[in-house]
T-cell receptor
Framework: DAKTTQPNSMESNEEEPVHLPCNHSTISGTDYIHWYRQLPSQGPEYVIHGLTSNVNNRMASLAIAEDRKSSTLILHRATLRDAAVYYCILRGNTGTASKLTFGTGTRLQVTL | SQTIHQWPATLVQPVGSPLSLECTVEGTSNPNLYWYRQAAGRGLQLLFYSVGIGQISSEVPQNLSASRPQDRQFILSSKKLLLSDSGFYLC????????????FGQGTRLTVV
């Protein structure tokens, strides 16, 4: 399985942008980059995903490096409700490669 | 719209007792189905996944088994629970198209005593 590397933890002030990095140097050409977050005592929640181009949705933006070996999840204005563990995952689109394997993620703390 | 149901929300079971957790998905057909476990303070561990009825792949050797008797039903079982089986169990589903997102149930918090 292609692996991802994320910092264990990050801190941000409320109302400021947050850039969460992810390295995936062994990514294959058909792997999608997925981001999920998990709030305490809840199941993971989908945030965003992309293949090659940068992506935007109502929750966040995903910036993908040109060589696809790294990506950054961008929360434009962090709020206290964004405090969670953020997971960067590579997901293929066929057969067993489509399974979602979570790493340890980045614990984001948001302070006033 | 699609929904995922997972029950029960909490469960306390004695060591050596059997286990059956059920997960059902509505509003879609032929989903990929997953069972995860999260021990206290730890990350999510993929236990089983299924791409179709009767097709189960096990990720790690363990005291658990999974079955998919119907297209949208995924069951996690154990014949005899161990203390180490305690944790937060999550069911999830996704479709394969375009490696789209997965949706998680609310989880079952299992305590083996």
């Amino acid at each position: 399985d292609a692996k991802t590397t994320q910092p264990n933890s990050m801190e941000s002030n409320e109302e400021e942008p947050v850039h969460l990095p992810c390295n995936h140097s062994t990514i294959s050409g058909t792997d999608y980059i997925h981001w999920y977050r998990q709030l305490p005592s809840q199941g993971p929640e989908y945030v965003i995903h992309g293949l090659t181009s940068n992506v935007n949705n109502r929750m966040a933006s995903l910036a993908i490096a040109e060589d696809r070996k790294s990506s950054t999840l961008i929360l434009h204005r962090a709020t206290l409700r964004d405090a969670a563990v953020y997971y960067c995952i590579l997901r293929g689109n066929t057969g067993t490669a489509s399974k979602l394997t979570f790493g340890t993620g980045t614990r984001l703390q948001v302070t006033l | 719209s699609q929904t995922i149901h997972q029950w029960p929300a909490t469960l306390v079971q004695p060591v050596g007792s059997p286990l059956s957790l059920e997960c059902t998905v509505e509003g879609t057909s032929n989903p990929n189905l997953y069972w995860y476990r999260q021990a206290a303070g730890r990350g999510l561990q993929l236990l089983f996944y299924s791409v179709g009825i009767g097709q189960i792949s096990s990720e790690v050797p363990q005291n658990l088994s999974a079955s998919r008797p119907q297209d949208r039903q995924f069951i996690l079982s154990s014949k005899k629970l161990l203390l180490s089986d305690s944790g937060f169990y999550l069911c999830a589903w996704s479709v394969l198209r375009d490696a789209s997102e997965a949706f998680f149930g609310q989880g079952t918090r299992l305590t083996v005593v």
